[in-house]
């Protein structure tokens, strides 16, 4: 069964509202990486955080691993139209840098 | 630069039949990954092969079989199709195999079985 569990799954906001999906392992793991990807297309990479507590930002997005590196969330601020999509997170949950997938959160901005 | 080529985009098979899906990594990269994808969820994982070697194997059946050719190109086949293997398959590519491994995923192939 799915080892990596992404909360909401769905998630409806208004434009400019903030918006947060949390990844959560039952097993430590080596790294994590974040996926978006648009209706109808494929994932499109985002970002990989490797260390404990480690934080990262791009633009409006931040991420965050958690001390234990068995969490991560995505933050987005002030969220617009082409925020829409599901975000998932993916996990190396047996050190085998082959990623595991979260069920992943559809974001829908509502304009 | 090219992207991660998959064919065809789409394809309709009928149950017991076998398909083959094809994959070109973005130049340079000599790792390929293929996931399926049912509607409503993650890519799962099922193959990943470096440097025409097998790294990795997800928990699909036998049926499911890969390869990876000297130019880092990749096949997936599945053989005796089901219903149930309709579905988005994915191929991404990587540089290496390592932690470092930020993956491109290509556009996908539409697999219906009727």
């Given at each position: 069964?799915?080892?990596?569990?992404?909360?909401?799954?769905?998630?409806?906001?208004?434009?400019?509202?903030?918006?947060?999906?949390?990844?959560?392992?039952?097993?430590?793991?080596?790294?994590?990486?974040?996926?978006?990807?648009?209706?109808?297309?494929?994932?499109?990479?985002?970002?990989?955080?490797?260390?404990?507590?480690?934080?990262?930002?791009?633009?409006?997005?931040?991420?965050?691993?958690?001390?234990?590196?068995?969490?991560?969330?995505?933050?987005?601020?002030?969220?617009?139209?082409?925020?829409?999509?599901?975000?998932?997170?993916?996990?190396?949950?047996?050190?085998?840098?082959?990623?595991?997938?979260?069920?992943?959160?559809?974001?829908?901005?509502?304009? | 630069?090219?992207?991660?080529?998959?064919?065809?985009?789409?394809?309709?098979?009928?149950?017991?039949?076998?398909v083959t899906l094809r994959c070109s990594p973005i130049s340079g990269h000599k790792s390929v990954s293929w996931y399926q994808q049912v509607l409503g969820q993650g890519p799962q994982f099922i193959f990943q092969y470096y440097e025409k070697e097998e790294r990795g194997r997800g928990n699909f059946?036998?049926?499911?079989?890969?390869?990876?050719?000297?130019?880092?190109?990749?096949?997936?086949?599945?053989?005796?199709?089901?219903?149930?293997?309709?579905?988005?398959?994915?191929?991404?590519?990587?540089?290496?195999?390592?932690?470092?491994?930020?993956?491109?995923?290509?556009?996908?192939?539409?697999?219906?079985?009727?």
């Amino acid at each position: 069964g799915q080892q990596v569990m992404q909360i909401p799954q769905y998630q409806h906001v208004q434009e400019g509202e903030d918006f947060t999906t949390y990844c959560n392992s039952s097993t430590t793991l080596s790294n994590i990486q974040w996926y978006k990807q648009r209706p109808g297309g494929h994932p499109v990479f985002l970002i990989q955080l490797v260390k404990s507590g480690e934080v990262k930002k791009q633009k409006r997005l931040t991420f965050q691993f958690g001390e234990a590196k068995k969490n991560s969330s995505l933050h987005i601020t002030a969220t617009q139209t082409t925020d829409v999509g599901t975000y998932f997170c993916a996990g190396d949950v047996g050190g085998s840098y082959i990623p595991t997938f979260g069920r992943g959160t559809s974001l829908i901005v509502h304009p | 630069d090219a992207g991660v080529t998959q064919s065809p985009t789409h394809l309709i098979k009928t149950r017991g039949q076998h398909v083959t899906l094809r994959c070109s990594p973005i130049s340079g990269h000599k790792s390929v990954s293929w996931y399926q994808q049912v509607l409503g969820q993650g890519p799962q994982f099922i193959f990943q092969y470096y440097e025409k070697e097998e790294r990795g194997r997800g928990n699909f059946p036998d049926r499911f079989s890969a390869r990876q050719f000297p130019n880092y190109s990749s096949e997936l086949n599945v053989n005796a199709l089901l219903l149930g293997d309709s579905a988005l398959y994915l191929c991404a590519s990587s540089l290496t195999s390592g932690t470092s491994n930020e993956q491109f995923f290509g556009p996908g192939t539409r697999l219906t079985v009727l």
